[in-house]
């Protein structure tokens, strides 16, 4: 299929004798994400992908979203090579990847020179369709990545992120399509992540946006309450032309329907999909075989969670923050994070839930109710958000916290990214030209520095003296209970591929950062506070296998600087960039002393009161225990 024919593909005819509905495939990127913690693997892709692309999907959903971290970090994968391996083999179905408009793939945005190049390589090696969104549905956070892949010959499609709440209306939904028609989008996704949406609402939205706008429209859903099959065969009653499903073993509870359950709903109401069940049966025969050695050894609840139907989170947003408690010996409060969670939201104005917005609330839920005040606790992210730097929310913040916050000032109504200076020149003078094998690695740098970093040291290394990518020692359903586990050495020369929803990292992040911000050293019971990323043009999180314990930490004498929680100790804020501390160094009230990596983002560590640094008790790159003191001082 060519690119062009993705412009009318998923059109409905509705004078056809038999009405066409398109699949899009989500096996290869987003089921994987939500079920096998994104640890599906190049090798696991090609072994089936021809037989996938013959199977008559609409498009192939293969990239984008957490799978370009993973490989990097996890498997030890390059993730452009896994694209144009994918794209060799697929002459037939376009392939399709998700995009997080000015974010690209991370969490903070980017400026356009790293966008714009970014969409043009990935066109080059070989993406057909762009689902671009934005959590905040701030069309100016799409504006730039919808020019760049216009002009660099792919399909935009552009997204509205569904949510329920007073301010979001169909009509203002139009109005949301409405703006990113002009900007000259192909088609339009409804994107429902946390499986919100029912029949009837999904039917009176698409009849709306089919009539106000004529756009293509396509439906995406995740089964997290069960509506998701209704709520598409009611979509595309009222006029959308596809819809996202996956093989059934990768479908259900957090993932999205299985295509074999749509096929045979559509057919028996006189649609037809186009597919070739035989190949989608030889797809999920496939990964079904798979599943033991992939599925995290705690795998996603598959059940119906009918209490999203009342609180609208996401599910993975709930195993994240019952992750994040568990941690910090307060699950037993989750319940109560659950009742808070509608009320933070309320306040910084009903933002839907998807990354990076689930972050920045859910961590400030649970810092609302571990801290035993609200905003008692104010994360750097919570505050960026308010300061509008992530966009422009979807109501009016509440007045109390934006007048705490803001302090006076006034909030940020520009585009965000007008704000952020040009980052490939630098980039590509801070990396070692020996460790670049291609263009494509200084944008994977751009995003990531130092998970890039981490792999282009690997990848260095020769084959025999490579460490084993983390994710291939990790636990999975096959192990779980055993007292080994799964380890799967590396085909001859593969590169693995990417995992996580970046999510539970970020929650993590966000209240270690904002502990280690307040001060809270060894002995002090209180949680770890999650970061997520502010909008800056910051690094991200550091290199990607897990550090092995250090063995005899210095013994100091006097006061210290803990480590928050467990990772890797760093003295420099990024590659190349100086030490953020010096011993001898006065170091005032809420300065930052050093950096502590964790669950794949950097935590500044920060003083509580002015003192003076005396000597730094581990070294750069070590691996620290949380209450690990990491620097002698002495207070002034």
Not at 175 to 191: F, N, P, R, T, V
Not at 422 to 429: C, D, G, H, K, V
Not at 609 to 618: A, D, R, S
Request: proline letters at 8%; hydrophobic letters at 40%; aromatic letters at 6%.
């Amino acid at each position: 299929m060519k690119k062009t024919d993705t412009k009318t593909a998923i059109k409905t005819d509705k004078k056809a004798a038999k009405p066409r509905v398109r699949i899009t495939d989500t096996t290869l990127r987003d089921a994987h994400q939500s079920l096998w913690a994104t640890r599906m693997r190049t090798d696991d892709i090609l072994a089936i992908a021809e037989k996938v692309d013959s199977a008559g999907y609409y498009s192939l959903e293969c990239w984008g979203g957490a799978t370009f971290d993973v490989c990097l970090r996890f498997l030890r994968e390059n993730p452009w090579e896994r694209l144009r391996q994918l794209k060799a083999v697929c002459k037939n179905t376009p392939l399709q990847m998700l995009l997080r408009g000015q974010n690209i793939l991370g969490y903070r945005n980017y400026p356009d020179d790293t966008l714009n190049r970014f969409v043009q390589l990935a066109c080059a090696n070989g993406i057909d369709i762009f689902r671009i969104f934005d959590a905040l549905n701030d069309t100016r956070n799409l504006e730039q990545a919808i020019k760049a892949v216009k002009q660099s010959g792919g399909h935009a499609q552009g997204t509205i992120c569904y949510t329920i709440s007073p301010v979001h209306t169909v009509a203002k939904y139009v109005a949301i399509a409405k703006e990113q028609q002009a900007m000259g989008i192909d088609s339009l996704c409804i994107k429902d992540m946390a499986g919100i949406l029912s029949p009837g609402a999904a039917g009176e939205l698409v009849s709306a946006l089919v009539t106000e706008t004529g756009l293509p429209v396509q439906v995406h859903a995740h089964m997290t309450s069960g509506m998701a099959v209704a709520a598409y065969f009611e979509a595309v009653k009222a006029g959308a032309g596809a819809v996202d499903g996956c093989v059934a073993t990768m479908s259900g509870y957090s993932s999205q329907p299985a295509i074999e359950t749509l096929a045979a709903v559509f057919d028996s109401a006189g649609y037809d999909t186009g597919l070739d069940l035989n190949a989608v049966a030889a797809e999920n025969n496939h990964f079904y075989k798979l599943k033991p050695q992939r599925e995290p050894g705690i795998a996603a609840v598959e059940v119906v969670d009918v209490n999203v139907l009342q609180h609208h989170i996401p599910g993975g947003m709930i195993s994240n923050l019952r992750s994040q408690l568990e941690q910090q010996s307060a699950l037993d409060r989750l319940p109560e994070v659950l009742e808070e969670l509608p009320r933070t939201r309320k306040d910084m104005g009903f933002p839907p839930l998807v990354t990076p917005t689930s972050q920045i609330v859910g961590v400030q839920a649970v810092l609302n109710i571990i801290g035993g005040e609200r905003y008692g606790m104010i994360p750097q992210e919570t505050r960026d958000y308010v300061r509008g730097l992530y966009g422009r929310s979807p109501a009016p913040i509440d007045p109390k916290l934006a007048k705490k916050i803001l302090n006076g000032d006034k909030p940020v109504t520009v585009r965000p990214a007008d704000l952020l200076e040009p980052m490939l020149p630098r980039a590509a003078m801070e990396i070692d030209p020996k460790l670049i094998q291609a263009e494509e690695d200084i944008i994977s740098y751009c995003l990531f520095p130092e998970v890039a970093l981490g792999y282009f040291k690997w990848r260095a290394l020769p084959a025999d003296q490579r460490p084993l990518p983390p994710a291939y020692s990790e636990k999975t359903t096959a192990s779980n209970g055993a007292a080994a586990t799964a380890v799967t050495e590396p085909a001859a020369a593969p590169e693995p591929l990417s995992d996580t929803d970046q999510q539970h990292a970020e929650v993590g992040r966000l209240m270690a950062d904002l502990f280690s911000r307040l001060g809270f050293v060894a002995g002090s019971e209180l949680p770890t506070p999650p970061a997520k990323p502010r909008p800056a043009v910051a690094p991200a999180a550091p290199a990607a296998a897990a550090p092995t314990p250090v063995a005899t930490p210095a013994v100091p004498i006097g006061p210290t600087i803990d480590a928050p929680l467990t990772g890797t100790f760093y003295r420099t804020p990024a590659p190349g960039k100086p030490n953020m501390a010096e011993p001898g160094d006065t170091i005032e009230a809420a300065g930052a002393v050093c950096i502590v990596e964790a669950m794949k983002l950097m935590n500044e560590i920060k003083s509580t009161k002015k003192c003076k640094v005396i000597t730094f008790l581990v070294e750069h790159g070590d691996a620290v225990t949380k209450g690990q003191p990491l620097a002698q001082i002495e207070w002034l």
